[in-house]
């Protein structure tokens, strides 16, 4: 058994990395457990031939209030998305642009007819009911589920947008971030997301998404993280490793997703921690001669058919994705196609050749990445079964964002929530 640490953390993730890092600023001893071969978690970038892609669809949001308090966002280099959506429909691609951003493309989707004027009036008063909730009232999804809460599609409809619009733009657009068209996702979160799109942009960092936890790991002492070591067990003062090794330690942390945690958590702990449903994705990575964009634009497609939920182009935003001359072409996979993933670069291709010609039939398939557990799940339901505090037991904790909200943001703050109540603690 090693000399006893202060804490320890199981799980280099986001929140892993983010309750780590709170704790050993506040001078406390640390050791970060990890059973792959690099921290991140779900938040990985992969590469092909110098091609570069991020496990499913990933952006960062500019106006993330835990990135502006934990990140360097200068050191990350952002790239960003064109505010607003290229929306692909049974007639056409057409831009969707943000009116307070770009009022001049945005009037001409009205009066093309693409959006109804009640529509736009209602996304305005929408905008600025979500901004006053997050800014004034301090709205945070991370906060406690309110009692009455509903779903984003009948926070639509209950505001009175045409069945029309939310097909076309609010599904397929919050059906990527939420990795669900049903929109099923508590109201709470959509609004939040809302006002965060509105305030900020979508980013990408250079290189890819994996930046973000590379970053808050170098601010780590350096024999602090343990990558390739498996957590097989807590027991009280000490996690065993499944190599037989032992780690004493006054707190431990479970950052690891729900199933993770009840099995490492001594009984009967492990049987009363509520364990939420997960959504999954798939993603599929080409390589291009070219972009087919002319803007680093998201792409969300509205066709009642195929398996493209969204499509980006991350070269176009920002440097490191592609070698020089060429395009990284990213498809993230709508939940309901149920096609193995044999067929799916096939049916892709197929789908987006329809978009932008027959050069698509050129994308070269670099490979497909399954997330099981993507995002777990934010209908109200789901979120009520959150632990209600970072504490689960004396000297035990747990972090995560399926114990707060389920994003960049989410993750960050669940971690250093955690790290300030071990602090507390003694």
């Known amino acids: 058994m090693t000399a006893k640490n202060d804490v320890v953390v199981i799980g280099a993730g986001l929140a892993g990395l983010a309750c780590a890092r709170a704790v050993s600023r506040g001078g406390r001893s640390v050791v970060v457990v990890e059973a792959a071969d690099r921290v991140g978690g779900r938040v990985a970038t992969d590469e092909v031939d110098g091609f570069r892609f991020d496990r499913g669809f990933q952006v960062y949001n500019d106006a993330y209030p835990e990135g502006r308090r934990q990140l360097d966002l200068p050191a990350l280099a952002l790239g960003r998305f ?14 969707l642009a943000d009116p307070w951003r770009r009022p ?36 945070d999804p991370c906060g406690p589920a309110p009692p009455h809460d509903r779903s984003t599609r009948a926070e639509l409809e209950a505001r009175g947008f045409s069945p029309g619009f939310v097909t076309t733009f609010f599904e397929p657009f919050f059906g990527g971030v939420f990795l669900e068209r049903a929109l099923a996702t508590s109201a709470d979160v959509f609004l939040y997301d809302f006002a965060l799109f509105s305030a900020g942009r979508a980013c990408l960092p250079r290189g890819g998404m994996e930046a973000i936890p590379r970053q808050l790991s170098v601010a780590l002492p350096a024999e602090s993280l343990m990558l ?11 996690v065993r490793l499944d190599d037989g090794r032992e780690i004493a330690c006054r707190h431990a942390v479970i950052a690891t997703e729900g199933t993770a945690a009840a099995m490492l958590l001594p009984e009967p702990l492990g049987r009363s921690l509520p364990e939420r449903s997960w959504k999954s994705t798939r993603m599929v990575a080409f390589a291009a001669d070219r972009s087919p964009l002319s803007r680093p634009e998201l792409v969300v497609s509205a066709e009642a058919t195929g398996p493209i939920d969204n499509l980006t182009v991350p070269s176009d935003v920002v440097g490191g994705y592609a070698p020089a001359g060429k395009a990284t072409v990213c498809v993230s996979v709508r939940s309901d196609w149920n096609e193995d993933d044999a067929a799916l670069p096939a049916a892709v291709v197929w789908q987006a050749a329809g ?39 004396p000297g035990l904790f747990i972090c995560g964002d399926h114990c707060a909200a389920a994003s960049i943001n989410g993750a960050l703050a669940s971690g250093r929530l955690c790290a300030e109540a071990i602090l507390q603690d003694g």
């Open 104 to 139: 001049l493309a945005a009037m001409q989707a009205v009066l093309a007819g693409r959006i109804g004027v009640a529509d736009a009036v209602r996304t305005a008063r929408l905008r600025a009911d979500a901004l006053r909730a997050v800014g004034r009232r301090g709205m």
């Open 228 to 238: 390739q070591a498996r957590a097989l067990r807590i027991e009280p003062g000490r």
């Open 355 to 393: 978009w932008f010609g027959p050069a698509v039939g050129e994308w070269r398939h670099l490979r497909t990445v399954r997330v099981p557990r993507a995002l777990p799940d934010e209908s109200p339901a789901g979120r009520r079964l959150r632990p209600q505090t970072p504490r689960l037991a």
């Open 82 to 95: 064109e505010p607003g959506a290229v929306v692909a429909s049974a007639t056409g691609l057409w831009r």
